[in-house]
């Protein structure tokens, strides 16, 4: 694993902020840390970078204590934490460039980095006179300077045009399948995650409530048949005793789906029983929908 | 030790085209223009003097405003500069998630903010003894160039630069600790006139308040040089107080720095 919390907590004051996050991040992959406004996710971030401090030895990253190896661990690391910090009185070049200096860099890597993220034309103006678009831009360049192994970047397509964000995430494609780095990306948009991520951690109110890959969040997502008949009550007992797995909700029998020959075998069971069905379907719960659920409770 | 001099060439690259760094050249450039031209203008008064005299009266001008308020406004405001510029971009989360020490980042800011100290009393030194020179030529009466006061006025500065660390390092502490201009201001405004209240009172422990160290220290050496001895004693029970403060203060705040969380 690149990235390891075991039960991680973390308290402002007497409010808890994240309860028992055990984040396992394996290498290489596009690890998408979803939540809603609030959830954690910067908290865990800062926590990660060594900003806040966990009581206790339980980050690892790298395979390595946190607190006792900081920079060897941080110098293995490229990060954006919420808005991109930028120095406004100096260009984007001279962004880059003070970066350069106190990394060691190059300075040639300056203008590679200017040319990835678009900013080659706006080099020598000064940053604080950037778009929010441009100053994310920026952001990424500095995070991606020090070509690190991992990169964590908390909400890097905010502010970005559509075509922003897709170059953003090509180029985390990019960086995992052709160049074996690790990203841990958080957002609070679940569309971006599912576009961009391989895995997924989703977090709320400070608990990881799922982590897994991209597929197995998909297999959360189970189609249900929906059955209105005229007496629900014993319609499902019917079901019940002759094998299937029944639910009532607000007047019809939830059940899962598995093909649409069990639609008609049910369907030809209730008829058979002296039950009028009104309406047999499928319904699918999207991901955004599964999202809430996770979310809501 | 490479840590630290990167975070130190990296502070000068930052503050190079700001008033932080810009500050410590204009400010003595503009008070030796202002005050040469004033002695230009009434350079028959200075005539009786013999040519030290003239020096000491010369460069008076200068210390008089220096010591009493212009030093520690100056401290103040450049030590609030040398920060803000982290606090006004929300860069302290990202300088500390540099593989950087802790240490050379706080160090090489205090280090830089004592340089632009330095600098600014070294200018004025040298600006002083430039503008000596530069009204002789222009008033043959003025008798600048008859007499070597670069020692002395050098000694001068350095002690004026000792006494002031004390400051330094406090209001350095504050303006770390607060993102906003009107606490470190503030507060080193208020000791700053404190200071000169309980010094022009003859307080007898007004060397314990660091914000008066550069007007006792002048006033001391103006106590102690005459027309028949200039020397004077550099480092002084206030100088020494200076430093201990200095050398305190700056321990203290990297404990509380380091340990202190970036939200």
Request: aromatic content about 10%; proline content about 3%; glycine content about 6%.
């Amino acid at each position: 694993m690149i990235i390891e919390t075991r039960g991680l907590s973390y308290f402002f004051g007497k409010q808890r902020v994240l309860d028992n996050v055990s984040l396992k991040v394996p290498m290489g992959c596009i690890y998408g840390f979803l939540g809603p406004n609030g959830a954690g996710k910067t908290t865990t971030i800062k926590i990660l970078l060594n900003l806040l401090y966990s009581s206790a030895n339980n980050v690892f990253v790298f395979g390595k204590e946190l607190r006792h190896s900081r920079i060897e661990i941080l110098s293995r690391i490229g990060s954006l934490i919420e808005q991109p910090s930028i120095y406004p009185h100096l260009s984007g070049k001279e962004n880059l460039a003070n970066r350069a200096m106190l990394l060691g860099i190059n300075s040639r890597r300056v203008d590679e980095m200017l040319s990835l993220v678009d900013l080659t034309d706006s080099a020598d103006k000064k940053a604080g006179k950037y778009s929010l678009g441009m100053k994310q831009r920026l952001g990424i360049a500095l995070a991606l300077l020090p070509d690190p192994e991992l990169l964590i970047l908390d909400e890097p397509t905010n502010g970005l045009d559509p075509n922003g964000i897709i170059q953003i995430r090509k180029l985390l494609q990019k960086l995992t399948s052709e160049h074996g780095k690790t990203v841990f990306v958080s957002s609070h948009l679940l569309s971006e995650v599912e576009r961009m991520a391989t895995y997924v951690g989703i977090i709320n109110k400070g608990k990881l409530l799922f982590q897994g890959t991209i597929d197995e969040l998909h297999g959360l997502n189970t189609t249900s048949i929906c059955i209105e008949v005229d007496d629900t009550v014993s319609a499902a007992n019917i079901l019940l005793s002759n094998g299937y797995e029944a639910d009532i909700f607000a007047d019809t029998i939830q059940m899962p789906f598995s093909s649409k020959q069990q639609m008609g075998n049910i369907n030809q069971l209730l008829v058979n029983q002296g039950h009028t069905v009104f309406s047999l379907s499928q319904t699918k719960h999207d991901l955004e929908k599964l999202f809430l659920d996770i979310t809501k409770n | 030790m490479y840590a630290f001099l990167i975070s130190l060439r990296s502070e000068f690259f930052k503050t190079r085209k700001t008033l932080a760094f810009l500050s410590a050249i204009l400010l003595p450039l503009i008070l030796t223009i202002l005050i040469s031209a004033g002695f230009f203008i009434n350079a028959e008064k200075m005539v009786p003097y013999q040519p030290m005299i003239q020096w000491m009266r010369f460069s008076s001008a200068f210390l008089g405003v220096m010591g009493f308020l212009l030093l520690p406004m100056l401290v103040i405001f450049q030590t609030y500069s040398v920060n803000n510029i982290e606090h006004k971009s929300d860069m302290w989360k990202s300088l500390f998630s540099l593989p950087l020490p802790k240490w050379s980042m706080y160090s090489s800011k205090w280090v830089y903010a004592v340089l632009l100290n330095a600098l600014c009393l070294s200018l004025f030194a040298g600006f002083v003894l430039a503008a000596g020179q530069l009204l002789s030529l222009l008033k043959a009466d003025l008798r600048f160039n008859e007499y070597d006061f670069s020692g002395l006025l050098l000694k001068i500065h350095l002690k004026m630069f000792l006494a002031s660390l004390g400051i330094l390092s406090i209001q350095f502490f504050l303006s770390l600790l607060w993102d906003d201009f009107l606490k470190p201001m503030g507060i080193g405004f208020l000791l700053t006139v404190f200071g000169i209240i309980c010094n022009n009172l003859g307080w007898k422990y007004a060397f314990t308040i660091p914000y008066a160290h550069p007007m006792i220290a002048l006033q001391k050496m103006m106590s102690q040089t005459t027309p028949g001895s200039t020397d004077f004693e550099l480092l002084t029970k206030e100088v020494y107080i200076s430093l201990a403060i200095s050398l305190v203060t700056f321990i203290a705040g990297y404990f509380v720095i380091s340990r202190r969380s970036v939200r």
